[in-house]
């Protein structure tokens, strides 16, 4: 059974029982002090701003029986999955792989690379590694979502025109229909994030369609007021 989601540029209706929730790299190397963005010289409180808004839609989304999955980005500590060009740019206070306040930084098994604790997977919740920006670059999520026969993404999490938007072009490119969150999605940079949303939903959604945490939540409360509650 399908349930309208008021979204940009045109409201969308999704079958829940078809739908996944992708909260992609909330971890601590992004959002707190000592981690890979302050190294790169942001300001990692402004992530802070989608926590509470995808903390309800998760709550919400757990509820109603959605498959879950969480992204982390992250490379193994001998750094063989890490591309020199990529660990070399730029001018940041410590590289990849570097020893950090919370261990090495953005490796995996160490502290920052984990997820915030607002977050946290339960037990039964996927979690992708993944090496590089897109989560279907060099993972099984695809597989993930083929098994559930899932059509459609609710997309959360940082940053916005960086990993959501990587996730969302991929995505996009293998069929399925991405609604991401506005507002349980953040940038370093106000003005990224917002353009950020305006170039998934231009052109008629060419990426896809932007909606938010209120919105999804309202749908969630009208697929529930439907005979069946559980779409898993």
Same mark, same amino acid.
Request: proline share 8%; charged share 20%; hydrophobic share 40%.
């Given at each position: 059974?399908?349930?309208?989601?008021?979204?940009?540029?045109?409201?969308?209706?999704?079958?829940?029982?078809?739908?996944?929730?992708?909260?992609?790299?909330?971890?601590? &190397?992004?959002?707190?002090?000592?981690?890979?963005?302050?190294?790169?010289?942001?300001? @990692?409180?402004?992530?802070?701003?989608?926590?509470?808004?995808?903390?309800?839609?998760?709550?919400?989304?757990?509820?109603?029986?959605?498959? %879950?999955?969480?992204?982390?980005?992250?490379?193994?500590?001998?750094?063989?999955?890490?591309?020199?060009?990529?660990?070399?740019?730029?001018?940041?206070?410590?590289?990849?792989?570097?020893?950090?306040?919370?261990?090495? $930084?953005?490796?995996?098994?160490?502290?920052?690379?984990? $997820?915030?604790?607002?977050?946290?997977?339960?037990?039964?919740?996927?979690?992708?590694?993944?090496?590089?920006?897109?989560?279907?670059?060099?993972?099984?999520?695809? *597989?993930?979502?083929?098994?559930?026969? $899932?059509?459609?993404?609710? *997309?959360?999490? %940082?940053?916005?025109? @960086?990993?959501?938007?990587?996730? *969302?072009?991929?995505?996009?490119?293998?069929?399925?229909?991405? *609604?991401?969150?506005? &507002?349980?999605?953040?940038?370093?940079?106000?003005?990224?994030?917002?353009?950020?949303?305006?170039?998934? +939903?231009?052109?008629?959604?060419?990426?896809?369609? @932007?909606?938010?945490?209120?919105? @999804?939540? &309202?749908?969630?409360?009208?697929?529930?007021?439907?005979?069946? +509650?559980?779409?898993?």
């Amino acid at each position: 059974m399908k349930t309208p989601i008021v979204a940009e540029p045109q409201p969308i209706e999704v079958d829940f029982a078809r739908t996944a929730l992708i909260i992609i790299d909330m971890q601590r &190397d992004f959002l707190e002090p000592g981690g890979f963005g302050e190294t790169l010289g942001n300001d @990692v409180s402004l992530l802070h701003a989608a926590v509470a808004p995808c903390r309800a839609v998760l709550a919400a989304a757990r509820e109603h029986g959605l498959l %879950v999955i969480h992204t982390r980005e992250g490379h193994r500590p001998d750094l063989s999955d890490a591309p020199p060009a990529k660990v070399e740019r730029g001018s940041p206070s410590m590289r990849i792989g570097a020893p950090g306040p919370m261990g090495r $930084i953005l490796i995996r098994g160490e502290p920052g690379h984990d $997820i915030i604790d607002a977050l946290y997977p339960i037990p039964g919740e996927p979690v992708i590694d993944k090496p590089g920006k897109g989560a279907f670059y060099q993972t099984d999520l695809e *597989v993930m979502l083929q098994g559930r026969s $899932i059509q459609n993404l609710l *997309v959360c999490g %940082v940053t916005t025109e @960086v990993c959501v938007n990587t996730t *969302v072009r991929e995505a996009n490119d293998r069929g399925y229909r991405c *609604v991401v969150l506005g &507002d349980c999605c953040a940038s370093y940079f106000p003005e990224f994030h917002e353009m950020g949303l305006k170039m998934i +939903k231009a052109q008629g959604g060419i990426f896809g369609w @932007v909606s938010g945490s209120r919105e @999804v939540l &309202d749908a969630f409360g009208a697929a529930a007021a439907q005979p069946s +509650k559980k779409y898993a």
